[in-house]
């Protein structure tokens, strides 16, 4: 009954292939993100997206793309893969919980990807 | 969003208090304070979060000072369990949800 999930937990593969990180929620949440963690531990967001539509897009290379299919789920596909996207990538979601008229989401992770790419 | 200042490792002995300090000068009258952990090789985990009033949950306390300046948040017990990265967050109260992570402090708990 895992809240947020993501596969494969490893991944390795050579640089130019096409991979894809999929990531599934089971709590009901409206938002779900990518972020990634690189070799010197910074936690940086990529994606976001509301209800499937992309809300936020952090200067990522357009070799990454996510897709939603439903609201449940965001995938991650990265095509001609780099030694630079070597990292580990969190999945994450949240719910817009109103307080006062102010959003205040919380953000539940998932277990993390990591990637290598040789 | 406001950027945060925070003591990159601290040490705790276990079943004593963790006081894990954050400063936060240029915060926003609508910025929320969150405070999330990251437990080696583990997703961030969400701890507690305040505006300006001192919150308490199951696990943690965090204390938020008058002028909102600084925060501290408070493990009462720390066990190893809690040794992790701590990061202490300052985030608009908007809809797109971005959360901003620093260095954080790294938290040693000692037997």
């Known amino acids: 009954d895992t809240a947020v999930s993501q596969t494969p937990k490893y991944l390795v593969t050579q640089m130019g292939n096409d991979k894809s990180i999929k990531c599934e929620q089971n709590?009901?949440?409206?938002?779900m993100y990518w972020y990634k963690q690189d070799s010197k531990k910074f936690l940086k967001i990529m994606f976001s997206?509301?209800?499937?539509?992309?809300?936020i897009n952090e200067t990522v290379p357009n070799r990454f793309s996510p897709k939603s299919p439903d609201k449940a789920h965001l995938n991650l596909h990265i095509n001609s893969l780099e030694l630079g996207d070597s990292a580990v990538y969190f999945c994450?979601?949240?719910?817009?919980?109103?307080?006062?008229?102010?959003?205040?989401?919380?953000?539940?992770f998932g277990p993390g990807t990591r990637l290598t790419v040789l | 969003d406001a950027k945060t200042t925070q003591p990159p490792s601290m040490d705790c002995a276990e079943g004593r208090a963790a006081n894990l300090p954050c400063n936060h000068s240029?915060?926003?009258?609508?910025?929320?304070v969150y405070w999330y952990r990251q437990i080696h090789s583990q997703g961030p985990q969400y701890i507690i979060h305040?505006?300006?009033n001192n919150e308490t949950n199951e696990m943690a306390s965090l204390i938020i000072t008058e002028d909102r300046k600084s925060s501290t948040l408070i493990l009462p017990h720390a066990t190893l369990r809690d040794t992790a990265v701590y990061y202490c967050?300052?985030?608009?109260?908007?809809?797109?949800?971005?959360?901003?992570f620093g260095q954080g402090t790294t938290l040693q708990v000692k037997p």
């Open positions: 997206y509301n209800n499937k539509e992309l809300i």
């Open positions: 240029t915060i926003s009258g609508n910025e929320y």
């Open positions: 994450a979601s949240s719910q817009d919980e109103a307080s006062g008229g102010i959003s205040t989401d919380t953000q539940y």
């Open positions: 709590l009901g949440h409206d938002t």
């Open positions: 967050i300052v985030k608009a109260a908007s809809n797109t949800g971005k959360l901003i």
């Open positions: 305040g505006l300006k």
